[in-house]
T-cell receptor, first 113, second 115 residues
Framework: DAKTTQPTSMDCAEGRAANLPCNHS???????VYWYRQIHSQGPQYIIH???NNETNEMASLIITEDRKSSTLILPHATLRDTAVYYC??????????????FGKGTKLSVIP | GAGVSQTPSNKVTEKGKYVELRCDPI?????LYWYRQSLGQGPEFLIY????????DSGLPNDRFFAVRPEGSVSTLKIQRTERGDSAVYLC?????????????FGSGTRLTVV
């Protein structure tokens, strides 16, 4: 089962910042938070990941609370092309040498013109 | 290649038939994953390869599903005696390594329809 909770859907005005929340209250100390997005009819696309420090790249920023029980993905200037399903994932060690990504249903972000 | 390539992009088959789905990972990526995505759901883990060996096949739903990666690069997902419930998008992903600090790159998937 997914270890994260996300809102089912969100709207954001074009050009504004999109802030997507995620709760992961049972996260363990060595588990990473990953964000992926999936645009219709495409495979999921990696956005960003972090352990405990805030992270920023050319796509987005990831803010992780100090207790690591929640995080927020920030798209600073949303465009229509950012309309997608956004998945917040806590990686879990599968015990077989791999860190498995377990996807939930994600948040459907609609960017409105 | 520049990305993960999956073929075919679409496959329609009759119930009871055998199908093979192919995945070409990014060159040099040792880890390869198969996921399945049903309509309206997030991707569901099937199997993970590290090199040639299946390190974790705990997500395969039953023994009709099998996957191979004989030379540690291309992988084939094989489904025997297909059922209508197998209809889904089958996604392949690869990563440079198996550690937690490596993101996956996904292909565009194969849409399988069993009629």
């Amino acid at each position: 089962d997914a270890k994260t909770t996300q809102p089912t859907s969100m709207d954001c005005a074009e050009g504004r910042a999109a802030n997507l929340p995620c709760n992961h209250s049972t996260i363990s100390g060595n588990e990473y938070v990953y964000w992926y997005r999936q645009i219709h009819s495409q495979g999921p696309q990696y956005i960003i990941h972090g352990l405990k420090n805030n992270e920023t790249n050319e796509m987005a920023s990831l803010i992780i609370t100090e207790d690591r029980k929640s995080s927020t993905l920030i798209l600073p200037h949303a465009t229509l092309r950012d309309t997608a399903v956004y998945y917040c994932i806590v990686s879990s060690y599968s015990g077989a040498g791999s860190y498995q990504l377990t996807f939930g249903k994600g948040t459907k972000l609609s960017v409105i013109p | 290649g520049a990305g993960v390539s999956q073929t075919p992009s679409n496959k329609v088959t009759e119930k009871g038939k055998y199908v093979e789905l192919r995945c070409d990972p990014i060159s040099g990526h040792t880890a390869l994953y198969w996921y399945r995505q049903s309509l309206g759901q997030g991707p569901e883990f099937l199997i993970y390869f590290q090199g040639t060996g299946a390190a974790d096949d705990s997500g395969l739903p039953n023994d009709r599903f099998f996957a191979v990666r004989p030379e540690g690069s291309v992988s084939t997902l094989k489904i025997q005696r297909t059922e209508r419930g197998d209809s889904a998008v089958y996604l392949c992903a690869s990563s440079l390594n198996r550690g937690a600090n490596y993101g996956y790159t996904f292909g565009s998937g194969t849409r399988l329809t069993v009629v």
